[in-house]
């Protein structure tokens, strides 16, 4: 089993077992809605949702979405935070960081989408000089761009936000999703997409192709091969490059340091100061626009998770460090970087 197969499986173990206290368990009641921390506040409403209920045409057995209305304690930000899980993942292994907004007056939503496979394992043979930017623009858009995916519209990570965002407008209308919507599609200057992992790379291609309010990488993104980097992320931003920040762990098992430092460059971030440590420090980390971590994850019992601890400590529950009070120690970097 190669290290990205391993991932996969791990983030799947991840995914039955709940990811630690805040973890997926309470999202197998689809439908079913959860009060949202922190209770000294007017709660907020996490929904999941299956995508197969939204439209009959996709797997059954898809994960749920994820969606949050912001804390009625707050004045609306009229923003609309996007998380893309990375392979494997699914959007309730992400309910830490995705609770860190609607506290402060954030809609959120977590969308599950086609990620069983790496996009380097779907490029590995691939004679396409471009593979990895083509395979992203298929699987975020639907357009038929890639040889070695086939995703359509509906399948499409904008296709399964869109009718999301619609489904909650029509059934939640005092809650304000229906802001995010322009005629039917989504307003992406209202969006801040975030991603880990694989959903780093989609939320630096979305910074190519439409102008969103901000993207937030964690861990990644990785795309390389045949000896050079991934000719897309060199290519032009319609998001300049100071709405774009990234976050990573110096001790990443998976993407090293060195390439995220290098790909992270070729998308401009470079050009806007040196990377910064969140550790013992407090925002705005000299408006860094790249951030990094060296602190130790929390523990795991389960040997596949601890074999990519650093890798998934930057986002994903169970495995980022805490205080001594339960909170993770990432918050203020979380809120600095996706809920400003």
């Known amino acids: 089993m190669n290290q990205l197969s ?36 007017p709660p907020s409403v996490e929904r999941p949702i299956r995508p197969a209920a939204l439209d009959p045409t996709l797997p059954a057995a898809d994960a749920e979405h994820y969606a949050i209305n912001p804390s009625p304690a707050v004045a609306p930000k009229e923003r609309l935070v996007v998380v893309l899980p990375g392979t494997g993942g699914i959007p309730a292994n992400l309910r830490e960081f995705t609770r860190a907004g609607p506290p402060r007056g954030y809609h959120v939503v977590g969308i599950a989408y086609p990620n069983s496979v790496t996009v380097a394992e779907y490029c590995a043979s691939s004679r396409d000089a471009d593979c990895t930017g083509n395979t992203r623009r298929e699987i975020i858009t639907g357009a038929d761009t890639s040889q070695v995916v086939a995703v359509n519209r509906a399948n499409s990570i904008i296709g399964r936000l869109t009718r999301l965002l619609t489904h909650l407008s029509t059934t939640y209308p005092t809650e304000g999703w229906g802001r995010f919507l322009t005629n039917g599609e989504v307003d992406w200057a209202l969006v801040t997409v975030t991603g880990h992992s694989q959903g780093s790379g989609h939320a630096a291609y979305m910074a190519k192709l439409y102008n969103l309010d901000r993207v937030v990488m964690f861990s990644g993104p990785a795309d390389y091969g045949n000896g050079v980097p991934a000719a897309w992320l060199s290519q032009p931003s319609v998001t300049p490059a100071s709405r774009q920040y990234g976050f990573t762990h110096l001790g990443d098992e998976l993407v090293p340091y060195a390439l995220v430092r290098s790909n992270w460059g070729l998308l401009g971030l470079n050009a806007l100061g040196e990377p910064t440590s969140v550790d013992g420090a407090n925002p705005p980390y000299g408006n860094s626009r790249q951030l990094t971590t060296n602190a130790t994850p929390d523990p795991s019992n389960n040997p596949a998770v601890a074999t990519y601890l650093r890798h ?12 001594t009070q339960g909170v993770p120690i990432y918050t203020p970097a979380w809120q600095y970087l996706a809920f400003p």
Do not use: E
């Not at 998934?312 to 205080?323: E, F, M, Q, Y």
């Open 312 to 323: 998934l400590a930057t986002a994903i529950d169970g495995v980022t460090p805490h205080n």
């Open 6 to 41: 391993l991932l996969f499986a791990v983030l799947l173990s991840l995914s039955a077992c709940g990811g630690g206290s805040s973890g997926a368990g309470a999202a197998a009641n689809a439908g079913q809605p959860v009060a949202a921390q922190p209770a000294s506040q």
